[in-house]
Structure formats: structure tokens, C-alpha cells
């Protein structure tokens, strides 16, 4: 009778492979952080430009209106340069999430070849148990012809 395949080192398998899933999750919530933080640069980039375009094309401008778009164009570029940096930040931690992704990914994958490994032993093993038993039974029941 054939005994049923059970890999010894399921739960560890089945601990990675949430390991690796949660690792997948953190990329996901890393990679939407970056894109919104890179849409945010690019609406600060565009509302400085568009600003620009329109005092260009202002004739006259009083001193107070000077001030008040001189003070509003050093916020919009200070936060053109804040947004930069953390996007770069945000780049370096999706940079590791992927890293580690990569690296649980592999490690499962390990582990599955492994489990793949043994069960093919274990059935190639039972199925030479079944044809030595089965073997075993046709000798036993053999008789020879009587002479």
C-alpha cells in the first residue's frame, strides 16, 4: 500500500511564501507612494510653469504683485526641490522592497524545487515498492509445472 507523500518542511515553505507575499505588498504600497509622489512633482513643475507663462505675459506689474510672485514662484521651487529628494527616497526604498522580493522569492523557490525533488523520490520509491511487492506475489503464487 502506498503511503501518502508529506514534505517535512511544509509549514517552513508555507511561512516564505507569506514572507514573500507580504514582501509583495510592501512593494506595492512602495511603488504607489513613488508614482504619487512623482505625479505631485510633475503638478508643482507644471503649476510653476504655467505661472511663469502667465506673468510673462503681464504688462504692468505693481510692486506688491512683484513681491507676492517672487515669495509664491521660491515656495513652488523649494517644494519642486523638497519633492525631488524624497522622491528619491521613495526610489530607494522601493529599490530594497524589490531587493527583498527578489531575495524571499528565491528562497521559496528553493524550497519548492526541494519539495518537488522529494516527491518525485518518494513516488519513484513507492511505485518500485508496488512492482517489488507485486513481484514478491507472483513468485509466491508461481507453481511450477508438474513434470
Same mark, same amino acid.
Given at each position: 500500500?502506498?503511503?501518502?507523500?508529506?514534505?517535512?518542511?511544509? +509549514? %517552513?515553505? @508555507?511561512? &516564505?511564501?507569506?514572507? /514573500? /507575499?507580504?514582501?509583495?505588498?510592501? =512593494?506595492?504600497?512602495?511603488?504607489? *507612494?513613488?508614482?504619487?509622489? $512623482?505625479? /505631485? %512633482?510633475?503638478?508643482?513643475?507644471?503649476?510653476?510653469?504655467? +505661472?511663469?507663462? #502667465?506673468? #510673462?505675459?503681464?504688462?504692468?506689474?505693481?510692486?506688491? /504683485?512683484?513681491? =507676492?510672485?517672487? *515669495?509664491? &514662484?521660491?515656495?513652488? %521651487? @523649494?517644494?519642486?526641490?523638497?519633492?525631488?529628494?524624497?522622491?528619491?527616497?521613495?526610489?530607494?526604498?522601493? $529599490?530594497?522592497? &524589490?531587493?527583498? %522580493?527578489?531575495?524571499? #522569492?528565491?528562497?521559496?523557490?528553493?524550497?519548492?524545487?526541494?519539495?518537488?525533488?522529494?516527491?518525485?523520490?518518494?513516488?519513484? $520509491?513507492?511505485?518500485?515498492?508496488?512492482?517489488? $511487492?507485486?513481484?514478491?506475489? *507472483? #513468485?509466491? &503464487?508461481?507453481?511450477?509445472?508438474?513434470?
Amino acid at each position: 500500500m502506498a503511503k501518502p507523500f508529506r514534505f517535512n518542511l511544509q +509549514r %517552513v515553505l @508555507d511561512i &516564505r511564501i507569506q514572507l /514573500e /507575499e507580504r514582501a509583495k505588498m510592501e =512593494l506595492g504600497k512602495a511603488t504607489a *507612494a513613488f508614482h504619487a509622489q $512623482e505625479r /505631485e %512633482v510633475m503638478r508643482l513643475e507644471n503649476e510653476k510653469n504655467a +505661472r511663469e507663462a #502667465s506673468m #510673462s505675459q503681464k504688462t504692468t506689474l505693481t510692486q506688491g /504683485e512683484l513681491w =507676492l510672485w517672487q *515669495a509664491y &514662484r521660491t515656495r513652488l %521651487v @523649494d517644494d519642486i526641490r523638497t519633492g525631488h529628494v524624497k522622491l528619491q527616497e521613495l526610489a530607494d526604498v522601493r $529599490e530594497r522592497c &524589490r531587493r527583498t %522580493v527578489v531575495t524571499r #522569492s528565491k528562497d521559496k523557490k528553493l524550497l519548492e524545487k526541494l519539495k518537488s525533488n522529494k516527491a518525485e523520490r518518494h513516488a519513484l $520509491e513507492q511505485s518500485l515498492a508496488d512492482q517489488n $511487492e507485486s513481484d514478491e506475489m *507472483a #513468485s509466491i &503464487r508461481y507453481q511450477p509445472p508438474v513434470l
